[in-house]
T-cell receptor
Framework: NAGVTQTPKFRVLKTGQSMTLLCAQDMNHEYMYWYRQDPGMGLRLIHY???????AKGEVPDGYNVSRLKKQNFLLGLESAAPSQTSVYFC??????????????FGPGTRLTVT | GEDVEQSLFLSVREGDSSVINCTYT??????LYWYKQEPGAGLQLLTYIFSNMDMKQDQRLTVLLNKKDKHLSLRIADTQTGDSAIYFCAESKVTGGGNKLTFGTGTQLKVEL
């Protein structure tokens, strides 16, 4: 049981390049999330998914796209990277049972630098 | 609004108690949470409190909730060097798009010998 995994762990991109970050979870969770973490700003939600085939915008969705073709995978795409997208990206998943505490399980993060 | 605020840094000596504070604005939150992030890792749930409680104790951790003032605190007794990490408070809210968490800015706890 690996939990939540993210690939790659590190990446350096030039402005204008594209890339896809992969998140995978083996806990059969319905909900998955992509966050970015920047110094002094905590975690900000980029996009999320409430089930296979669904996606929704979070707090800071501009410049990113996502897809959830399989329940266990949630992909985050950057079509044309910008220096403002330099950040640490975290994926999380949860089962979200009704009325219960909402525990999210986080991956180890991807450190992205855009030059 | 859904702003969650924390102070950025806290430094304590090993063996002392640490108190990390958080204020939130969304009074409809059903649960409030404390997550811990160790260096180079993702966040892990440390503890949580239901919104109709005012205190929860779990070993060295004590969570206090003042719902009137929308203030949450985490007390760590007998703080150890292994407690050095970033601590995030978070609130949850069920919206039409599902259950989401809003995280604070994080408090970096440094434990000195």
């Amino acid at each position: 049981n690996a939990g939540v995994t993210q690939t790659p762990k590190f990446r350096v991109l030039k402005t204008g390049q594209s890339m896809t970050l992969l998140c995978a979870q083996d806990m059969n969770h319905e909900y998955m999330y992509w966050y970015r973490q920047d110094p002094g700003m905590g975690l900000r939600l980029i996009h999320y998914s409430v089930g296979e085939g669904t996606t929704a915008k979070g707090e800071v969705p501009d410049g990113y796209n996502v897809s959830r073709l399989k329940k266990q995978n949630f992909l985050l795409g950057l079509e044309s990277a910008a220096p403002s997208q330099t950040s640490v990206y975290f994926c999380a998943s949860s089962s979200n049972p009704p009325g219960a505490p909402h525990e999210q399980y986080f991956g180890p993060g991807t450190r992205l630098t855009v030059t | 609004g859904e702003d969650v605020e924390q102070s950025l840094f806290l430094s304590v000596r090993e063996g002392d108690s640490s108190v990390i504070n958080c204020t939130y604005t969304d009074s409809s939150s059903t649960y409030l949470y404390w997550y811990k992030q160790e260096p180079g890792a993702g966040l892990q749930l440390l503890t949580y409190i239901f919104s109709n409680m005012d205190m929860k104790q779990d070993q060295r951790l004590t969570v206090l909730l003042n719902k009137k003032d929308k203030h949450l605190s985490l007390r760590i007794a007998d703080t150890q060097t292994g407690d050095s990490a970033i601590y995030f408070c978070a609130e949850s809210k069920v919206t039409g798009g599902g259950n989401k968490l809003t995280f604070g800015t994080g408090t970096q706890l440094k434990v000195e010998l």
